[in-house]
């Protein structure tokens, strides 16, 4: 549990991202884009190390999952969803490194239900790997995600939001052994659902 809880809270910590866009005026949306850019090539020169060469520190083994030991960890995929959302969907009249594919209010909420709703529903499951998490922690999750849209977006927009990331957060499958893991999915369903559904709505 003491490491369940270690990796809950580094998890977290990583709200600081798009945080300190919200409430610093002098953190651009350039510079998420260029950290977040550094910390996935970081994160891969770490995983291949890890995978391929064999680096044995313990914070991996503190943090990381058994599933997790063979496959690309967590915070890898983490890093990438956070930096393909950065990218993708740049906020209104914000600077940037690299042109998104359009302007639009997503990304920040996409993040911070990535880096505080999916630590917050760890934390009420058992934190064990399983197909799909218990009914009442799915609602608890939804209720956060769409606290945490709704100064961002619509409600109409950050319901939808708030339904994608409750899915990915919930819903882990596993294709021939490997967990497609919520890390990844969660920052980017939650922005392309309320990227669609400003589109339609």
Known sequence: MND?????????????????????????????????????LGALGLEIVRLYVGLDWAIFDRLTRSYEQENLAGYFLGAVGLAVV?????????????????????AVPAMLMLTIADPFSGLLGSGELRP???TWVLLATFGLCLLLAAPFVATPVAVIGAVAATLADGIKPIVRGYVIDDNLTIPIGAAVAMEAALTVL
Not at 86 to 106: I, N, R
């Open 132 to 134: 799909a998490k218990q």
């Open 4 to 40: 369940e809880i270690a990796r809950r809270l580094v998890h977290a910590s990583t709200s600081a991202i798009p945080l300190s866009y919200v409430f610093l005026a002098e953190v651009t949306w350039r510079a998420v884009q260029l950290f977040l850019g550094v910390a996935v």
């Open 86 to 106: 950065a990218v993708a969907f740049t906020p209104p009249g914000a600077e940037y490194l690299v042109v998104g594919l359009t302007e639009s209010p997503v």
